[in-house]
């Protein structure tokens, strides 16, 4: 045999296991992970869920915590401060009632945003993936309003879709 035949008999069967291997893996999709330092690999995903949750502190005491799916924490959020306001405003005469976009906290406050993904897959009945955690301290002069807590969340959540999106959506 020639030597030019067997370059492409060789060229043949390695393009031969190169297409084996990619038809294999758009078969059986192998979706790992970074849990904990751990790599995980899920094998095939079946259902996978972001599960956000808002918590607003100050001085060491939970003032609220909002958990919701992350299409839905902003609208989740926003129903529970128009509730702390229309329940602050049964105190108050009428012309002193308070609305979302002026209403604020009188003290320190620290917002912890936080996100992780429940992925269902061939290799785990459920498991938990943190995706991302946020403090952030905001002091009583800040006068921080309850629409820039929305925006806030907004933009978190805006973050986050896209951070799943591009790297941890592992169903189409």
Do not use: C, W
């Not at 001085?59 to 915590?65: E, R, S």
């Not at 009583?140 to 879709?161: G, S, T």
Request: proline share 2%; charged share 15%; hydrophobic share 40%.
């Amino acid at each position: 045999m020639k030597k030019s035949n067997i370059i492409a008999i060789g060229v043949l069967a390695l393009a031969g296991l190169i297409g084996a291997r990619n038809f294999y893996t758009t078969l059986y999709p192998q979706h790992v992970v970074n849990i904990n330092g751990n790599t995980l690999n899920l094998g095939q995903v079946y259902s996978q869920n972001l599960l956000s949750t808002v918590t607003i502190t100050a001085d060491g005491a939970t003032l609220l915590t909002v958990t919701s799916p992350l299409t839905t924490i902003v609208k989740q959020l926003t129903m529970e401060l128009k509730h702390d306001v229309n329940k602050g405003n049964r105190k108050l005469d009428n012309g002193e009632k308070m609305q979302l976009s002026t209403a604020y906290f009188n003290t320190n406050i620290t917002i912890q945003l936080s996100t992780f993904v429940v992925y269902k897959s061939q290799y785990y009945k459920a498991i938990s993936m943190p995706l991302e955690s946020v403090a952030v301290s905001y002091t009583a002069k800040d006068e921080l309003q309850f629409n820039d807590i929305i925006e806030l969340a907004q933009r978190y959540q805006n973050k986050i879709q896209q951070t799943f999106n591009n790297n941890y959506n592992f169903i189409d």
